[in-house]
């Protein structure tokens, strides 16, 4: 993601290499075959493992040193936008925008009413104890993309390949013992049959629910801490109901109109301020772009909230406006109509030949919204938070481009900067290296040694995900692989940013090239200047 991350990578693998003893090719990056050699020592003499170990292990040591301050020099700004596929927006005439999480942000406020209101929604509604009142929003807890066993009660991360992040897995608000998790899943492998479906729903058989919606995180906390009180109390419960109930009441919250209410009756608490949505807005519509919004939310809710960000007049810059429009379904189901939405929110019964601008449509269908626009293919962007809701559809089935808003992204990006964590992740790559090469040593002497190196590692890998969050880690990495959430973002979005404001550092005519980052049969070395050049001109270009 970041330039130092991959720049720490290339530096275990050119840190590795040199220490493969005297091969020609490490000292240019390159890897070479053979196994390590040892120290020479005199004839009928048996080499010193120990010591011979621990020498290369402070040699890369000392080159990990050497090179962090070249890492340091060449650090991405999180503010970038990041290519998954090369697109260029001189091909892009049609601009289109979810609205929550998209054109508006939240302040933490609003995780907090929805757990508090969802959670006395239990005790009023689903008779659950009110002792449950006790638990308090913790926003350090969860993090996006994490998977919900319904059956087990369990939630954990899990990797691109399927593959539990041991360590991870939480049954309430306690780490369940990765001894416990293998023995639960006979191994660490969830098999695709109990993953979630298409959409990250636990549904058809689907014993797993992925949670991909930044309005989840307080769901996910909220299943946690009744989870922990039924525990703690020695309660038998049915995990099946209690995640139903769960989901029913954070449904409800939004249906039955609480934090819609909430927020417009205070929207200088909950919404964050962004002239910068107005003067995205603003770019695109000055360069004669089209521009649409399509969102699940209400038509009161919405004008409420885009008048505070953008102003009374926002209207002008839609060509289109479509409010609870129930994605995914809207992507997807052919028979519902649109509606127009007068100026007093009432629905009127008129049959829509066509979407104009400055009105208000409601539900509808993405085929009728083709027919009546007849924007189609890749000359559309659009632009959401939710990976599959939002993003999935258009990209498979109807060829739009698609642009992922991944708010985490930014203090993300601001950590993997921290010369602590580069120092870290580069030791951490170096070492692995190490291991890999030095493996072939298999003596007495040698395996106790390698044995530390283990153990350090493995600790390092434990402060390396305390980095981002002490439960989960990374939204985007477990241990080594990329999480689950980045597979589906890698597949279904063309790019993807921190916010749209990120949008102001790029010309209307650039073009995004996704980075050639070596695969594992590939040399490292193949990208190491054409990306360091190329890093040096983007924050050259956006310091301009």
């Known amino acids: 993601m970041a330039t130092a991350a991959v720049a720490a990578r290339r530096a275990g693998a050119r840190a590795a290499a040199a220490l493969r003893g005297g091969c020609e090719s490490a000292s240019r990056g390159q890897l070479c075959s053979g196994p390590a050699r040892p120290l020479c020592t005199a004839p009928g003499t048996a080499p010193d493992m120990k010591h011979y170990l621990w020498e290369r292990y402070r040699e890369a040591k000392r080159g990990t040193d050497d090179l962090v301050p070249s890492i340091m020099s060449n650090l991405l700004n999180p503010d970038a936008i990041f290519s998954n596929n090369e697109m260029s927006l001189s091909d892009i005439e049609i601009y289109g925008f979810d609205y929550d999480y998209t054109l508006v942000f939240y302040s933490k406020h609003l995780h907090t009413l929805i ?75 969830v ?63 939004h249906i039955k109109g609480i934090m819609y209410r909430a927020i417009e009756a205070d929207i200088e608490k909950y919404i964050c301020y962004a002239e910068q949505t107005r003067a995205v807005l603003a770019k695109l519509a000055d360069h004669g772009k089209k521009m649409f919004l399509i969102t699940n939310s209400p038509s009161s809710f919405v004008d409420k909230g885009m008048r505070y960000i953008v102003g009374k007049d926002w209207r002008d810059l839609f060509d289109v406006v479509i409010v609870q429009a129930e994605k995914p379904n809207f992507f997807n189901d052919k028979r519902r109509p649109f509606r127009k939405v007068n100026e007093k929110g009432v629905l009127l019964w008129d049959k829509i030949h066509k979407l104009q601008k400055g009105q208000i449509y409601k539900q509808g269908n993405l085929y009728e ?90 600790e390092m890998r434990e402060m390396t995900k305390n980095f981002f969050n002490a439960q989960f880690g990374s939204l985007f990495r477990t241990d080594q692989n990329p999480t689950y959430f980045l597979r589906r973002l890698s597949r279904f979005a063309d790019i993807y940013m921190a916010s749209l404001s990120c949008l102001l550092n790029y010309d209307v005519s650039h073009t995004f090239y996704p980075r050639r980052t070596p695969l594992q049969h590939e040399l490292p070395a193949w990208s190491d200047g054409p990306s360091t050049f190329r890093g040096s001109l983007v924050q050259e270009a956006q310091a301009k």
Not at 143 to 167: C, P, S, T, W
Not at 231 to 245: A, C, G, R, S, T
Not at 395 to 402: E, F, M, N, P, S
Not at 435 to 444: K, N, P
């Open 115 to 189: 757990f508090n209101a969802a959670r006395d929604l239990l005790v009023s509604e689903h008779r659950y104890p009110a002792e449950i009142r006790k638990y308090e929003y913790d926003p350090n807890f969860a993090i996006r993309g994490l998977h919900y066993d319904v059956q087990r009660a369990v939630l954990m991360k899990i990797d691109a390949f399927h593959y539990i992040q041991l360590g991870t897995v939480y049954r309430g608000l306690s780490v369940v013992p990765d001894e416990e998790v293998i023995e639960m899943y006979e191994g660490s492998h």
């Open 191 to 253: 098999p695709l049959e109990q993953m979630s479906d298409f959409y990250g729903k636990s549904s058809h058989g689907n014993t797993m629910k992925q949670f991909m919606d930044i309005f989840s995180l307080p769901e996910m906390t909220l299943l946690s801490c009744v989870n922990e009180y039924f525990l703690k109390n020695n309660i038998d419960y049915e995990p099946v109901h209690l995640y139903k109930d769960v989901k029913d009441s954070i449904r409800d919250v």
């Open 369 to 458: 919204f083709l027919k009546l626009t007849g924007w189609r293919g890749s000359k559309v962007l659009y632009f959401g938070d939710h990976i599959y809701s939002d993003l999935a559809d258009l990209t498979l089935k109807h060829g739009w481009r698609t642009g992922a808003i991944i708010p985490e992204l930014r203090s993300e990006l601001k950590i993997m900067n921290t010369e602590q964590y580069i120092q870290t992740m580069t030791w951490l790559q170096t070492l692995t290296g190490l291991l890999e090469q030095m493996q072939v040593h298999r003596d007495a002497e040698s395996r106790l040694v390698l044995q530390e190196w283990k153990k350090e590692r493995k």
